[in-house]
């Protein structure tokens, strides 16, 4: 079964996946903004619904939104004693839960008096285990490798791009002078997933999709910048064009 980021987590209550999915878009706006303290008090939101996911799974009914139990790391320990069948869900996910929650806690996030200040590398460390906390409800939930988890929570990613205007489904880059392949990596970083070329070119303004193709997506795919896939129209942003779009930005 293909699972689409738009089917992740389809199976929790509305409100639960925002608590998850907001908890964890914004621990990524603040780490890319540089903002270490509020990227790493977002973790114990993610914790709490991440948490409540899994006590749901062994339970057998979600609550409708995300709820901090009187002891998380305690509640978390208790899991480990559950009667269920993926580790995942009983010991790896509980832990690493454990693991965030001190960071947020005692690293001189959650309150005056802690060990350390807010740092690049304390927020680096609740930016990839919240993104495996996710990865891992994905996997578990929908029964995925860990690598297309992955993608599916970077496709889950909201990017708030001030250069990118947007109306219902039409997009304009508002910088001038940027070349084409640069308007078109700033419109692909602005999306969450794959990007039909059909929105690309209608966004950019460029109406011959042979010659878009020649000048713009070919070279790029060769540059490792996007995967584009010319049978199915769609194109992807890889790691290297991420980096040149944020610059961009």
Same mark, same amino acid.
């Given at each position: ?113 802690? =060990? &350390?200040?807010?740092? %690049?590398?304390? +927020? ?6 919240? $993104?495996?906390? @996710? ?79 020649? =000048? &713009?997506?070919?070279? %790029?795919?060769? +540059? ?6 010319? $049978?199915?129209? @769609? ?15």
């Amino acid at each position: 079964m293909t699972v689409t980021p738009s089917d992740a987590l389809t199976s929790l209550p509305p409100g639960l996946r925002k608590d998850l999915i907001d908890a964890y878009n914004q621990i990524v706006k603040n780490y890319r903004e540089r903002r270490w303290e509020p990227a790493e008090l977002n973790g114990g939101k993610l914790c709490e619904a991440a948490y409540t996911i899994i006590r749901g799974r062994v339970d057998g009914s979600y609550a409708p939104r995300s709820s901090k139990p009187r002891d998380l790391l305690q509640a978390c320990r208790d899991m480990e004693q559950v009667s269920w069948s993926e580790r995942s869900v009983k010991i790896q996910i509980p832990r690493m839960i454990t693991a965030l929650y001190e960071i947020r806690n005692n690293r001189g996030v959650g309150h005056a008096g802690g =060990d &350390v200040d807010p740092n %690049a590398m304390d +927020a680096t460390a609740v930016l990839y285990m919240s $993104k495996w906390i @996710l990865a891992e409800i994905v996997r578990v939930l929908h029964t995925l490798s860990t690598d297309d988890a992955t993608d599916i929570v970077d496709a889950l990613v909201e990017r708030e791009v001030a250069l990118v205007w947007s109306s219902g489904d039409l997009k304009r880059v508002l910088k001038p002078g940027l070349t084409l392949k640069q308007q078109m990596l700033v419109l692909l970083v602005s999306e969450p997933g794959d990007v039909k070329e059909a929105d690309l070119i209608k966004w950019m303004e460029r109406p011959n999709l042979a010659r878009f193709r020649r =000048d &713009v997506l070919r070279p %790029a795919h060769k +540059a490792k910048l996007i995967e584009h896939d010319e $049978k199915s129209g @769609l194109v992807k942003l890889l790691p290297p064009g991420v980096e040149q779009a944020e610059q961009l930005l």
